[in-house]
């Protein structure tokens, strides 16, 4: 969506009646911290780990937070000219959006308890009941499943690197590898093209992961607009799902009723883009609701952003490029609104040099906790103890 670079930040709009209250949890993307607003808009808590950039935090039911991000002291290099040969593995994975590198786990002081460095891991992690934690990670492809990959933007006489994909990797508490899934082995070249409109850098650029109730991994790859589980420890594919139906999404979520929730940001739809937040019933892959801007174009996210649904059936929306939280009914009536005043530089492109970047309010994801959350019992949360932090921002009420 466009937005007023003079529009009110902060909590904009609330129906107490009607929200479901909690503590919402997010990084603005590029900086240090994590922090937790409470109902009204407030700071109550902030991570900070000075020298990283944060961008993807969820908190544990031991109150610790998890979070990955990347060392702000990493060099990025320089994209190369059109022509010339592409960057080394090593180099271009640091070019590429939701490139992560480090995951840490801290505890509610900010003292970090666990860590797990990896420059190919990006965008997203699940922690699992028995302590081992599975990311995602870029990889190489094999030549010869490259060159029948379809899809993505050629233009004449450019070099290709190989072909990146993504495996998904089950480490332990000491950060050994236990288990390794290739997705790229159950994808099609041929059916599970890459967007046109994309560079031939990645096939899949996985987004999500989530764990389904029966122990299945739930992904979403953006360059291929697909969406799917696959069986574990086998890696075997059971359900998929993308374009046409969306476009470019975020944030696949498992449902309790079985169905599977989508942040479809809409990018390269046909026509006019809009963004949505649908239900996918993955028994037949219908479309079993939707929530979408009073007029489409009202609400629109091109890339990163979220959906969290919540116990009260309400969704918290996260509109990640213009820094906007919302939440809204089924009915799809905003209860709740909270715009970040957040600003980092950010580097907007992958092809672009750090330099170039410019302030925006970027929130890659956002997530909400009821106040009976474990990982939040007993703790201090009050927005008294962040009152210069709240004042700095504007979120202090009046």
């Known amino acids: 969506m466009g937005w007023s670079a003079h529009q009110k930040t902060g909590?904009?709009?609330?129906?107490p009646a009607a929200s479901f209250k909690g503590y919402t949890l997010f990084a603005p993307m590029q900086g240090d911290s994590a922090y937790l607003l409470d109902i009204d808009g407030r700071v109550v808590h902030c991570w900070r780990l000075p020298g990283s950039r944060l961008f993807n935090p969820q908190l544990l039911p031991s109150g610790n937070l998890i979070v990955l991000g990347n060392d702000a002291r990493t060099p990025v290099p320089e994209r190369r000219p059109?022509?010339?040969?592409?960057?080394?593995?090593?180099?271009?994975?640091?070019?590429?959006?939701?490139?992560?590198?480090?995951?840490?786990?801290?505890?509610?002081?900010?003292?970090?308890?666990?860590?797990?460095?990896?420059?190919?891991?990006?965008?997203?992690?699940?922690?699992?009941?028995?302590?081992?934690?599975?990311?995602?990670?870029?990889v190489e492809i094999p030549a010869d499943l490259a060159r029948v990959v379809r899809g993505g933007?050629?233009?004449?006489?450019?070099?290709?690197?190989?072909?990146?994909?993504?495996?998904?990797?089950?480490?332990?508490?000491?950060?050994?590898?236990?288990?390794?899934?290739?997705?790229?082995?159950?994808?099609?070249?041929?059916?599970?093209?890459?967007?046109?409109?994309?560079?031939?850098?990645?096939?899949?650029?996985?987004?999500?992961?989530?764990?389904?109730?029966?122990?299945?991994?739930?992904?979403s790859c953006r360059n291929n607009s697909r969406v799917g589980i696959l069986e574990r420890p086998s890696g075997k594919l059971r359900w998929k799902f993308g374009a046409p139906d969306?476009?470019?999404?975020?944030?696949?979520?498992?449902?309790?009723?079985?169905?599977?929730?989508?942040?479809?940001?809409?990018?390269?739809?046909?026509?006019?883009?809009?963004?949505?937040?649908?239900?996918?019933?993955?028994?037949?892959?219908s479309v079993v609701w939707e929530y979408t801007g009073e007029s489409p174009e009202q609400f629109f996210s091109g890339h990163i952003s979220g959906a969290d649904r919540?116990?009260?059936?309400?969704?918290?929306?996260?509109?990640?490029?213009?820094?906007?939280?919302?939440?809204?009914?089924?009915?799809?009536?905003?209860?709740?609104?909270?715009?970040?005043?957040?600003?980092?530089?950010?580097w907007t492109s992958p092809f672009m040099n750090l330099n170039e970047g410019s302030p925006r309010p970027w929130i890659f994801r956002a997530y909400r906790y009821g106040p009976d959350f474990p990982g939040l019992a007993g703790r201090a949360l009050d927005p008294a103890a962040c009152a210069n932090l709240n004042r700095l921002y504007g979120l202090s009420r009046t």
């Not at 919540?310 to 009915?331: I, Q, W």
Request: proline share 8%.
């Open 11 to 15: 909590l904009t709009h609330h129906r």
């Open 82 to 138: 059109f022509g010339q040969p592409p960057q080394p593995f090593a180099e271009r994975i640091l070019l590429m959006g939701g490139n992560g590198g480090h995951l840490w786990e801290v505890d509610w002081e900010g003292c970090v308890v666990w860590e797990y460095a990896n420059q190919a891991i990006h965008h997203d992690f699940v922690r699992l009941g028995n302590g081992t934690t599975i990311v995602a990670e870029w």
């Open 153 to 219: 933007a050629r233009r004449p006489r450019e070099r290709f690197p190989p072909l990146i994909s993504d495996d998904l990797v089950e480490i332990d508490a000491s950060g050994k590898e236990v288990a390794r899934i290739h997705l790229w082995e159950q994808l099609d070249p041929a059916r599970d093209p890459i967007c046109p409109l994309e560079p031939r850098w990645e096939w899949t650029h996985l987004n999500s992961l989530a764990l389904t109730q029966d122990g299945g991994l739930l992904f």
């Open 246 to 285: 969306v476009f470019h999404q975020h944030h696949a979520t498992p449902l309790p009723n079985g169905n599977v929730q989508i942040f479809d940001n809409g990018m390269h739809r046909f026509g006019t883009p809009f963004s949505r937040v649908v239900e996918v019933n993955p028994a037949d892959s």
């Open 310 to 346: 919540l116990p009260n059936g309400n969704v918290l929306v996260c509109e990640g490029t213009s820094g906007r939280l919302f939440e809204v009914t089924r009915r799809g009536e905003t209860v709740w609104e909270w715009i970040s005043p957040f600003m980092n530089l950010m």
